[in-house]
């Protein structure tokens, strides 16, 4: 793919930035430059607003897969699922932080930033979103990493800068 | 409108043809299909090709004209037409052939439906295939074609209570029934236990619920019915050729046990044929998953929602059932060349429905009906076929 096509889609993959009918509020995500709900569509033309998303949601259907999409053959077993976000749209992403066996159709859980896959040694990295369970209060902490990490390309960046 | 008949049909063997070339395979079903209609190519007024993916999986684009070109009619300059829908590719290709004979712009076409996946590696092949979904907001975040099958399969066992058993009753019956046929790609006999043994690909799919990737070409060819008594003494009917589409991704849906584009096309194609689901004796609905079939069958309305699982299981679709499914023996065991897949259901049908099919033979056949799905189920096409009279 090249740097390009995943590149424009950064403010998405890395931020959830949907968007909002203003005619009926739905919320749409990936963004949506025309509204499928309103009776007549064409009114929604230019009133689609920026939105977004928190990251919230539940585990609507998962799947353990075991033949990997390409380029995530070092990952398998792992889990894709549809999350329903609270503020509607529903999200196609991998579950992490959690085993396999633990995964379980309404499982709360939200949006963390990762490194998605590579292409290849010297390929283009791949960011964006993925779920991690949410903490029910008086759960004991799990070892797992920050729930918005800094982006390791930032970071990587940051650490050329100074070196 | 003209009312449109299939003339001929002609099939290839499916399976890993390595020693045949795209070209060869697409050419021999169309010449059988030719030869089965009493045509000459002279009377040929257009073709049309449905192929998902030759660019990738052949590195070769524009062969709608290749096949015309190796099938001898480049010197007559047909109208050649490749037409694409991922895996609905073929049925696809089947209602623009219907479109051009109904309006009475063309007399008498010839549609094909090719693939060729045993060029490329298993993976490359799988990598895609999946491009029949949403590339930017599925795939990319890990999901592949039998992974957002699997969540279908999941929600479905969560709603209604379908269990993994009754799941793996499908392959078990694709390769009962293609046992009897000579070109399908698997002819061995699958034990429940296997499927349930077999490899995980995508919980709960395993190994032996996905369909196989194949070679494979099929061909008919269409005419006016009025006359069609010329070319053959069974001219079958398309009573109804109906296409609906719905959300690329699966995310998008409302809800994700039930495709709406096959309750939506099905729905068409009954209405205008002014006949119902109890009426069809013989189906060919996609298996791609073994899920897949349970969810056309509600969607085809040959049960009610959610029962697809225990009438399945129960026998309602196998060899004396009320409705015979996939004689063939389906995407899963006769074969899954995508772009082939539409045109040889309805090869399948149009040989039950002329009593031809054997000792596959569904007795009593007067009404088919062919479900052909692109992706999960962004395009299905429904087919009503019926004996002329």
Redesign the interface.
Known sequence: MSIARFWRETPRRYNLGGSKCSTCSTVYFPPRSVCPHCTSHRQSIEKMMPFQLSGEGEVFSYSVVHEAAEGFEMQVPYVVALVKTVEGPMLTGQVVDVAPEEVRIGLRVHATFRKLREEGKAGVIHYGYKFAPVEEPGEAPAARGPSVPVPKAEAAAKDRATA | MREVAVLGVGQTKFGELWDRSFREIGIEAGLEALVDAKLSSSDLNALYLGNMASGTLIDQEHIAPLILDYAGLAGRHLPSVRIEGGGASGSLALHQGYLAVASGLYDYVVVGGAEKLTDVPD?TA??IT?SAADH?????????L??LW??????HM?QYGTTREQLAQVPVHAHAMAARNPNAHYRNKLTLEQVLGA???????GMLDCAPFSDGAAAVVLGPLETARKHTDTPIRIAASEVACDTM????RED?TTLASTVEAARRAFGRARRAPPDVRVAEIHDGYSISALVALEDLGFVEKGRAGAEFSSGTFGPGGRTVVNPSGGLKAQGRPFGAVGVAQVVEIVRQLRGEAKDRQVPGAALGLTHDVGGTGATSVVHLLERGN
């Open positions: 993976a799988s990598e999946s930017e907001w599925e795939v990319v975040f890990g999901a592949t039998p992974a699997a969540l279908l399969a999941r929600r969560h490899g995980p690909v995508a919980e709960p799919l991704a699966l995310q998008h994700i």
